[in-house]
């Protein structure tokens, strides 16, 4: 019995914590939206709060970032910046 009591634990324990991690960021990163101006705000522009819309622009701004820093044009901006 105390076995499979140890064993239920050491699967739900760090399942519990992966999704209070999850949920932490998600949090974290829709509060983030709070900084764009009011009428920009994707609750006020679609009506509704989309929970997790934070995490999907920051990916896709960080996705962009990335394509234009791998880009020719983004090669000979960053070799400008480095001096």
């Not at 634990?9 to 914590?17: F, K, Q, R, S, Y």
């Not at 522009?45 to 996705?63: C, D, K, N």
């Amino acid at each position: 019995m105390k076995k499979y009591l140890l064993t239920g634990l050491l699967v739900w324990v760090p399942l519990g914590i992966t999704f209070w991690v999850l949920n932490l960021t998600i949090n974290i990163m829709d509060q983030s939206l709070t900084l764009l101006p009011e009428s920009w705000r994707p609750d006020n522009f679609l009506g509704i709060h989309i929970p997790g819309l934070g995490v999907i622009l920051t990916v896709v701004v960080v996705l962009i970032t990335g394509l234009l820093a791998r880009n020719v044009l983004g090669k000979r901006f960053l070799e400008l910046w480095d001096f």
